[in-house]
């Protein structure tokens, strides 16, 4: 009997809707979804912002909303909650992310890691200078890190746009320096960002972290049992006084990047409890209940975690919380830009001059001189076409651009300029990265 003579017709309306959610679930999945997403909710954040509903805009994001525990109320705006809150999951995956990499991806072998840190490193401090030769003095200056960062999500999206064309090493070369370049502005953030260290903190962050390391001590693998630790160590940096966020990376890290060891290999488990599936057939759904749940378990300990809690995470973090910060920070109002204030234009174009053409030449140079100096060299497959490709999408810098942005500024002006040069450096880096792919990649085959 084959598989085909198994089907059982369905009727049409289910039909079409599993054609649909098929067709929905695969757009899920293509990585130039996320990135259209984000675009999607930063246009709608910017015509919000500047239509006739601008107060409402302004107004949802003040709305303040609070949680009581023990007698203890957190009351804080909505803005904070994305901030501060739902953005801690995205550091969470970015701090996996790292983790995986430095232990079997591209970090882990140090000769092939050497060219990407450097293209990173050299990614960072040219557009710093870059922004600092348009704005040398305070308060401006305060956003030299604005430009440094890169959007993963944008860049690997607009990579996917190009198609088949452009080879494989590309986009893991692109990937590691967004990893790298992520990773430094996360210790950015944690140096340079952070308020005055309160050590009432300490007590909360040890705990968590003891708590963590005693849970995968125990072999405990259900991620919904580290939501507890979670929240005490983001109330723990939160009370420190560093970024709530850096939680999500320090929990990140410490995520193990192996399978939890089991008695017998859950391969082993899985072909067993599978069988017992299918000679119970004939005792009804009830006689599969205990194998199923068995069968679930050994699924879940085949994994890492890192991959299993990433790809549990991945959807939420790209089609719900980047969207939501991007809707909630994109939204500058045009009328409030004061456009005869040199230092508002000194921020807008230092950070687009930056992002656009300080990120590329940046990473360039950096890579040019390892290579010249034998520090590094090309990976195999990869071309100095291929390199000038990553620097143009590597100065797409929008969300970890803008959450910089938040906490170098306080004052609506010189926020509101930041946002725009962001935008502006990160679509002409867009246009020009598309452009240099379709020319020497799809046009030519290579």
Partial sequence: MTPTSLRQPLPPAQRLTQRALSAFEHLLHVQASSGTVLLLASVVALIWANSAFSTSYVALWHLELGISFAGATIAQPLHFWINDGLMTLFFLVVGMEVRHEIHAGSLSRLREASLPVFAALGGVLVPALVFLAFNHEA????????????????????????????????????????VIDDLVAVLIIAVFYSGGLDAAGLPWIALALALVLLLQHLGVNRALVYVLPGLLLWWGVLVLGAH?????VMLGLMTPVEPLRRRIPPMTLIKRYGWQVLRRQDGG???????????????????????????????WVAFLVMPLFALANAGISLQELDWGNSVATG?????????????????????????????????????????????????????????????????????????????????????????????????TGR
Wanted: net charge positive; aromatic share 8%; proline share 6%.
């Fill in 347 to 443: 921020v807008t174009v230092g950070v687009a001059v930056a992002l656009a053409a300080g990120k590329p030449v940046g990473i360039l140079l950096t890579c040019w001189l390892a290579i010249r100096v034998g520090w590094g060299r090309l990976p195999e497959g990869m071309s100095w076409q291929g390199l000038v490709l990553v620097g143009l999408f590597a100065g797409v810098g929008f969300t970890m651009s803008i959450f910089i942005a938040l906490l170098a500024f306080d004052g609506e002006m010189l926020l509101n300029a930041t946002k725009l040069g962001v935008l502006l450096g990160s679509v002409v880096a867009a246009c020009l990265g598309m452009g240099w792919g379709w020319l020497c990649f799809r046009r």
């Fill in 139 to 178: 308060p401006q200056r305060a956003g030299w890190a604005v430009p440094t960062a890169t959007d993963i999500a944008f860049a690997v999206g607009l990579l996917a746009l190009l198609g088949r064309s452009i080879p494989h090493q590309v986009r893991v070369f692109l990937l590691a320096l967004a």
């Fill in 244 to 248: 709530p966020t850096l939680a999500g």
């Fill in 285 to 315: 759904p009830q006689a599969w209940v205990e194998p199923l749940r068995k069968l679930k378990r050994a699924q879940r300990d085949l994994l890492p975690p890192t991959i299993r809690i990433q790809a549990l995470l991945h959807l």
